[in-house]
């Protein structure tokens, strides 16, 4: 089975600890991994990771990510009103930007996708 797992870098962290047992248990009941980094330099656990892992490290900027733009309705009255615009307009870029990912990545097919929660970046992904 083919299982990508998307992660928001790979710096010291519980999560990206949580990653690589993931992928070690995975791995070993005979599994194909692929780790998707989504801030490529944010890199120290690489290595945690089993050798044969293939990793993708691809950017993905916060002003792809709708909620980046929540500040806005917060700090100022007329955010309200801007908001639906910056949403669609991210929305419709986070898609062309996966349109891109899967070209570049030559339209690779997986079985399972696991992004770990709590980071927007690759739950948006």
Not at 31 to 39: E, K
Not at 61 to 82: D, H, M, Q, T
Not at 100 to 119: M, P, S
Request: hydrophobic share 40%.
């Amino acid at each position: 089975m083919k299982i990508a797992m998307v992660l928001d870098g790979l710096g010291y962290g519980g999560i990206e600890r949580v990653g690589a047992s993931y992928a070690k248990i995975l791995e070993d009941l005979g599994n194909h991994i692929t780790i998707i980094n989504l801030q490529p330099d944010k890199n120290a656990m690489k290595d945690k990771y089993p050798k044969s892992c293939e990793f993708i490290n691809t950017r993905l900027p916060n002003a792809l990510l709708c909620e980046s733009y929540f500040g806005v309705i917060k700090r100022y009255w007329w955010g309200k009103y801007l908001y639906p615009f910056a949403y669609i307009t991210s929305k419709i870029c986070m898609q062309l930007y996966k349109l891109k990912f899967k070209i570049v990545n030559r339209g690779k097919k997986y079985d399972i996708a696991i992004a770990f929660a709590g980071h927007t970046r690759d739950l948006s992904f």
